[in-house]
């Protein structure tokens, strides 16, 4: 009903959508990313697979302080596993400790701050490594950069 590239007016069944928008880039940007999210939807079973069960969902961060929220989404394997982190202010968050359940490196799979959607760029340059420092109640811990009022997703690399 529009959502998908940012239609400013609200949806009307007498009129057509306003498609002209995506003659502006930041249009493009909002449609882009719908078609990233929903691709990675698709493909990631950790974000589906055990969508009804209390274990495909697991909090890890709640931090109202600063407006950030974290969780996991696991799949059926043990290596399905998608970290989902918010940041719901304009205020980027540099070196925000975020804890994770296992080692290694976690590959950035998307962030709405992407230069594509019309951001700014400010991400993970693609990934991060674990380190072996607590948080959260894990074992190990990725410092992030959160871009201002961003979505980011990560996955273990194995």
Sequence with gaps: MGGEFGQRNEWDHDESLDWHLLQYSEHKGVQKWVQDLNRLYKEEKALYEID????GLEWICSDWENSILAFLRRG???DDLILSVFNF???PRH???IGI?????WKELLNSDGEEYG?????NLGGV?????PKHGKDYSLSLTLPPLGALFFKREK
């Design 52 to 55: 009804f069960d209390p274990k």
């Design 76 to 78: 059926k394997s043990e």
């Design 89 to 91: 202010t304009p205020v």
């Design 95 to 97: 070196d925000y400790q």
């Design 101 to 105: 359940p296992k080692n290694g490196s």
């Design 119 to 123: 951001g700014s760029d400010l991400g």
């Design 129 to 133: 490594k674990a380190s072996a420092t």
